[in-house]
């Protein structure tokens, strides 16, 4: 029976120990949330339910409150997939046509046009506040889902572009000339050869686009209306509700379920998004 190297059996016992100190609290949000308030109060942080229920769950998907409302937080959860199923299909879709223009259309001033990107990349997010809000009001656009949606794809085309930008670079330029010599058009080609050729860095998009625009708070507490909000915003007003008793279970319910589509996106398209970071990522 072969037996491992006690350097590996080191390595392995040290990668699992900081996956357990990783992985904590999860575990800790897990089983709190399915403890009731007095076994929160009795017990410790890692102890097991005496009784598994289901309450702080059903609660924090119906019924909790955030601020003067107390309808949980099921409402703000379709408020977000609103929010980010077209923030990130446009800001996609427009970072895939620039990265094309600019790595294999080259013009007077594409590579000025490229710095400016990157130089968006960079901008806090909080030197933007006041005239996004300017624009949006101007727009007709103010506490709207629309608004929303035009300030992530606004903020997030400078990292869709550099991201394509860097995967089509390493695309052989004999690739289209080819196709313009069987003359295919700008359309044709990118549509019927670029994009099919894209679906590792299109999975490392949409990845960092859900993730960034589904967990933003700053941007869903200053554009948005009462009726609009994103899941964050209102689960930071679930957090800080200061009437009644403090439910740490539907605290923690309501987070699981606010960071669910985050872990669905990531468990289908995980595979790829390594692949399509190490495509892209040497291009200068």
């Keep these: 029976m072969k037996t491992l190297p006690w350097q590996r059996m080191a390595l392995y016992s040290l990668l699992v120990l900081f996956c357990f100190f990783y ?3 999860l575990v800790v ?5 399915f403890k009731t308030l007095p076994d929160i109060k009795a017990g410790n942080l890692i102890s097991l339910p005496e009784v598994w229920v289901l309450d702080a769950w059903s609660k924090a998907w119906s019924s909790a409150c955030t601020g003067v409302k107390c309808e949980g937080i099921q409402g703000y959860f379709w408020n977000s997939f609103q929010m980010v199923i077209p923030a990130v299909a446009i800001s996609t879709l427009l970072g895939a046509f620039n990265g094309y223009v600019i790595s294999k259309w080259k013009f007077k001033g594409s590579d000025l046009f490229f710095s400016l990107l990157l130089f968006g990349c960079f901008i806090p997010f909080q030197v933007i506040l ?10 007709g656009l103010a506490n709207t889902t629309a608004g929303l949606v035009l300030v992530h794809v606004i903020y997030g085309a400078a990292f869709t572009t550099l991201f394509f930008r860097n995967f089509y670079v390493g695309i052989p330029d004999e690739l289209v000339k080819a196709a313009k010599l069987d003359g295919a058009g700008f359309f044709t080609i990118f549509f019927r050869i670029m994009l099919p050729l894209s679906v590792p860095i299109i999975m490392v998009t949409v990845i960092w686009q859900f993730t960034s625009i589904w967990n933003d708070f700053l941007f869903g507490v200053v554009y948005s209306g009462s009726e609009t909000q994103p899941i964050t915003v209102a689960l930071n007003n679930l957090v800080n509700t200061s009437t009644g008793v403090k439910e740490y279970n539907v605290d923690m319910a309501a987070a699981i379920i606010a960071a669910l589509p985050t872990l669905v996106v990531y468990v289908l398209a995980g595979k790829y998004f390594v ?8 291009k200068g």
């Design 23 to 25: 992985l904590m609290p």
């Design 29 to 33: 949000m897990v089983l709190t949330s």
């Design 130 to 139: 006041l005239p996004m809000a300017s624009l949006l009001g101007k727009m």
């Design 275 to 282: 692949r399509g970071l190490t495509a892209g990522s040497v």
